[in-house]
């Protein structure tokens, strides 16, 4: 390790940056570097701990694309989240499955995440910097904020949120964050750890699978498709067998955390939320299994998401049956995420 990391580098803010003529956002200080992609969603795509010089964040082999300037032959599908995915983390709001809410209609993974975002610098000293972001979306009376702070000497980036229902009338919503990691991070595989105390497998995955799908089981043990106990908090090398999964843990204690880590725990990631808010992480695993459109047999990724609910094939049906979150007309919520990296 070179003598410069030992230094107490404090923290530094650039905002000249351009990628495919969308604005970028770098906040940075002596143990990570996150880019900030404020002219599409704010997603974070890049989460660099500088130590090991690794980027956590999952990236396919695609560039990121401006969606304004890179048109799909087809603006009216509703699957474009994966026409433009790239990897990352993205804010997802106000739903996942496309559908008619109320007379507007919602492509995959709702809007926010498509959409420029403004921004502001709300602190820039060598100890602290904080950033403003907000968004509010074409078809849906929401407004989201957030504010992004890196503190001198923490490995930890604090995340401040607020959505507000800017109608006169109830609005029912599905929040999520989609964290993705890849390679060469999880190369060797992985080891997860969390307070969840439960977790089911999603029944509307492909065959090609790892755990029984529609039953519920005590985190981490569950039977796979052959009645065997296999370990969920195991992921197994990326040139392992393939398979497509969609696990929802729950029942966290009221401060919920997980952590991935490669398989020789040399590097970690952690994250810290309010279980009230987030009540389900969805754990994503496409490791190879799906060869047709959109992953073509050659994404390997791991994703641990909050979600306000699991996802629904009938989103209409179980906004009711499963009670979605609603904000009252010009109602607001509040909520609070911190991403560690050690």
Wanted: hydrophobic share 35%; aromatic share 14%; net charge negative.
């Amino acid at each position: 390790m070179s003598s410069s990391f030992h230094q107490e580098a404090g923290c530094k803010l650039q905002t000249d940056w351009l990628l495919n003529n969308m604005p970028v956002v770098f906040l940075e200080n002596k143990w990570l570097k996150i880019g900030i992609l404020m002219g599409r969603g704010s997603d974070i795509f890049e989460f660099t701990f500088k130590k090991e010089s690794l980027n956590l964040m999952l990236r396919l082999d695609k560039p990121i694309h401006n969606p304004r300037e890179y048109i799909s032959q087809r603006r009216d599908t509703l699957n474009q989240f994966e026409d433009y995915y790239y990897g990352g983390w993205q804010e997802i709001l106000p739903n996942s499955q496309p559908f008619m809410y109320r007379g507007a209609s919602l492509g995959q993974h709702g809007e926010v995440w498509l959409n420029a975002w403004q921004y502001a610098i709300l602190k820039n000293t060598d100890s602290e910097i904080s950033i403003k972001c907000w968004n509010r979306p074409l078809r849906v009376p929401l407004l989201i904020e957030k504010i992004l702070t890196i503190k001198k000497g923490e490995p930890t980036l604090f995340i401040e949120e607020v959505l507000t229902n800017e109608s006169a009338v109830d609005f029912s919503y599905m929040w999520g964050h989609h964290i993705a990691f890849g390679l060469p991070f999880l190369q060797n595989g992985s080891l997860i750890t969390t307070n969840a105390q439960h977790f089911e497998a999603e029944p509307l995955m492909p065959k090609k699978r790892r755990f029984s799908p529609g039953k519920k089981f005590s985190w981490p043990l569950g039977l796979d498709l052959e009645g065997n106990l296999s370990d969920a908090s195991q992921v197994p090398p990326a040139n392992d067998f393939p398979y497509s999964e969609l696990l929802y843990l729950s029942g966290f204690q009221k401060n919920a955390y997980y952590i991935i880590s490669d398989a020789e725990k040399k590097v970690s990631f952690r994250l810290d939320w309010n279980e009230d808010d987030f009540p389900y992480i969805w754990y994503w695993q496409e490791r190879y299994g799906i060869q047709d459109s959109p992953w073509w047999g050659k994404t390997y990724s791991i994703a641990l998401e909050p979600w306000t609910n699991k996802w629904s094939a009938t989103p209409e049906v179980d906004m009711v049956k499963h009670h979605w979150p609603v904000l009252k007309p010009f109602e607001s919520k509040t909520t609070s995420l911190k991403a560690s990296v050690f």
